[in-house]
Antibody
Framework: QAQLQQWGAGLLKPSETVSLTCAVHGGSFSGYYWHWIRQPPGKGLEWIGEINDRGTTYYNPSLKSRVTVSLDTSKKQFSLKVNSVTAADTAVYYC?????????WGQGTMVTVSS | QSALTQPASVSGSPGQSITISCTGTSSDVGGYNYVSWYQQHPGKAPKLLLYDVDKRPSGVSNRFSGSKSGNTASLTISGLQGEDEADYYCNSYTSSSTWVFGGGTKVTVL
């Protein structure tokens, strides 16, 4: 069964760019949708966006102007960039894979935006 | 897109059954059977409990069941146990090809 491992910078200043990467270990890389989901401290889950193995992306309308999700099938990795961050972007960010649900989750990366 | 509506908290005694509702619109819950539920314990990543309204992934207890009527989906936990104390989130696919979560429900075992 596939396992997800994610990494990226955890402390940013306002206006900088969040950059996170998720690698898939074991299992199949194709045929899934690859998602990013975040959770601000003490709050609920928010879907950020997805990419499929054809490279088609969909984004949360509230974040669409600042978010890019990309895929590197040769490395079995997918990535998230969120630009122009503010304190409101402080959250645990999860990479997730699934088909018609969010089947498997990465361990989460805490991203803090602070001056 | 607006978040799906869940009760903030639900409680029950061990052995009882509880139900958590998840209300959306005809553009999400009511329009698709891509409704899923997640359990999250403190400090942990969410875990998929149900998908496609009422299907359980391998390894999930049959004490968890799901249903949908109109724009409202429901998660029922039967034979409530202490380990069920957690936050629960519903999720639905939408007509905009996006996904939307509910605000979450804290389940307390009395």
């Amino acid at each position: 069964q596939a396992q997800l491992q994610q990494w990226g910078a955890g402390l940013l200043k306002p206006s900088e760019t969040v950059s996170l990467t998720c690698a898939v270990h074991g299992g199949s890389f194709s045929g899934y949708y690859w998602h990013w989901i975040r959770q601000p401290p003490g709050k609920g889950l928010e879907w950020i966006g997805e990419i499929n193995d054809r490279g088609t992306t969909y984004y949360n309308p509230s974040l669409k102007s600042r978010v890019t999700v990309s895929l590197d099938t040769s490395k079995k990795q997918f990535s998230l960039k969120v630009n122009s961050v503010t304190a409101a972007d402080t959250a645990v960010y999860y990479c997730v894979l699934g088909l018609d649900a969010f089947d498997m989750w990465g361990q989460g990366t805490m991203v803090t935006v602070s001056s | 897109q607006s978040a799906l509506t869940q009760p903030a908290s639900v409680s029950g005694s061990p052995g009882q059954s509880i139900t958590i509702s998840c209300t959306g619109t005809s553009s999400d819950v009511g329009g698709y059977n891509y409704v899923s539920w997640y359990q999250q314990h403190p400090g942990k990543a969410p875990k998929l409990l149900l998908y496609d309204v009422d299907k359980r992934p391998s390894g999930v207890s049959n004490r968890f069941s799901g249903s949908k009527s109109g724009n409202t989906a429901s998660l029922t936990i039967s034979g409530l146990q202490g380990e069920d104390e957690a936050d629960y989130y519903c999720n639905s696919y939408t007509s905009s090809s996006t996904w939307v979560f509910g605000g979450g429900t804290k389940v307390t075992v009395l």
